[in-house]
């Protein structure tokens, strides 16, 4: 499985960006994909997941801002993110969970939201 993250850039508070997950290769061994963050000096954390039954799941700190989607017509992941708040800024990470629990992660997409 290959991940392709994009979407990330400079946006104003208040403002929204979407960011986008292009899966490819096995995508049918995978159980779960989400979305994590990272800040310098922190570890990554859990930003949505979103299981193949549909299920999300969100971290406390973007509930009623963030969305997670799939469209399995092209196998891509989104994060619509909204009322974005300066303390989002981070490089964002999608990954895929397949069902033997191997984790696959995509590269790094760097959101920036200036106050």
């Known amino acids: 499985v290959q991940l392709q993250a994009f979407g990330g850039g400079l946006v104003q508070a208040g403002g929204s960006r979407r960011l986008s997950c292009a899966a490819s290769?096995?995508?049918?061994?995978?159980?779960?994909m989400g979305w994590y963050r990272q800040t310098p000096g922190n570890q990554r954390e859990l930003v949505a997941t979103?299981?193949?039954?549909?299920?999300?799941n969100y971290a406390d700190s973007v509930k009623g801002r963030f969305t997670t989607s799939t469209n399995t017509a092209n196998n891509v992941l989104y994060l619509q993110m909204n009322s974005l708040k300066p303390e989002d800024t981070a490089v964002y990470y999608c990954?895929?969970?397949?069902?033997?629990?191997?984790?696959?992660w995509g590269q790094g997409t760097l959101v920036t939201v200036s106050s």
């Open positions: 290769g096995n995508i049918f061994v995978i159980d779960v």
């Open positions: 979103i299981r193949r039954s549909g299920s999300t």
């Open positions: 990954n895929a969970v397949l069902y033997s629990g191997f984790t696959y």
